[in-house]
């Protein structure tokens, strides 16, 4: 199984704010697309002012003071820092394909160059702690096994 690590604050807007597109300088392999892939948050301090600008963007109502996203029937709030996780595969999704964008086309969630479109995204019910890396990586078996055990709570916007 191959991996992607995020900074905490994107793999939460993947989770929650249904953000299902990953903006990259890269391609990935021709052999990633149709791949189910393991989504690692990373142990980076959280930055949330460009997931309030991009989730404005894609159709939320944003409260910067606290990071609260709202749309017609769905209010959240992103964690706290201490409480946001870190270190460890938070879902699974599969890299439908990739597109370019060029910065003065940019809408939703999309500011390219590389847009990878994702879906099928499955939030674990328990993140599995685990070392990440930067691009695209291998999961160790151990971890990989523990991630496909994992049950699921389902795919789209969390309420909650």
């Given at each position: 199984m191959k991996a992607l690590t995020l900074t905490p604050e994107w793999?939460?807007?993947v989770c929650h704010l249904g953000k299902r597109v990953e903006n990259r300088t890269w391609k990935p392999t021709a052999s990633m697309i149709g791949q189910t892939i393991a989504l690692h948050a990373?142990?980076?301090r959280p930055d949330w002012s460009a997931v309030d600008l991009m989730a404005g963007c894609a159709g939320w109502s944003?409260?910067?003071f606290d990071h609260g996203y709202r749309k017609p029937g769905i209010s959240l709030r992103?964690?706290?820092r201490d409480a946001l996780t870190r270190g460890a595969i938070v879902a699974t999704f599969?890299?439908?394909r990739t597109h370019a964008v060029a910065k003065a086309n940019c809408v939703g969630w999309e500011?390219?160059?590389i847009c990878w479109d994702i879906a099928d995204v499955q939030v674990l019910a328990r993140p599995v702690p685990c070392k990440g890396a930067l691009g695209m990586w291998t999961v160790p078996a151990d971890i990989a096994e523990q991630v496909c055990l994992s049950p699921s709570l389902r795919d789209g916007v969390l309420r909650g």
């Amino acid at each position: 199984m191959k991996a992607l690590t995020l900074t905490p604050e994107w793999a939460w807007a993947v989770c929650h704010l249904g953000k299902r597109v990953e903006n990259r300088t890269w391609k990935p392999t021709a052999s990633m697309i149709g791949q189910t892939i393991a989504l690692h948050a990373g142990k980076a301090r959280p930055d949330w002012s460009a997931v309030d600008l991009m989730a404005g963007c894609a159709g939320w109502s944003v409260r910067t003071f606290d990071h609260g996203y709202r749309k017609p029937g769905i209010s959240l709030r992103a964690p706290d820092r201490d409480a946001l996780t870190r270190g460890a595969i938070v879902a699974t999704f599969r890299l439908v394909r990739t597109h370019a964008v060029a910065k003065a086309n940019c809408v939703g969630w999309e500011c390219g160059p590389i847009c990878w479109d994702i879906a099928d995204v499955q939030v674990l019910a328990r993140p599995v702690p685990c070392k990440g890396a930067l691009g695209m990586w291998t999961v160790p078996a151990d971890i990989a096994e523990q991630v496909c055990l994992s049950p699921s709570l389902r795919d789209g916007v969390l309420r909650g």
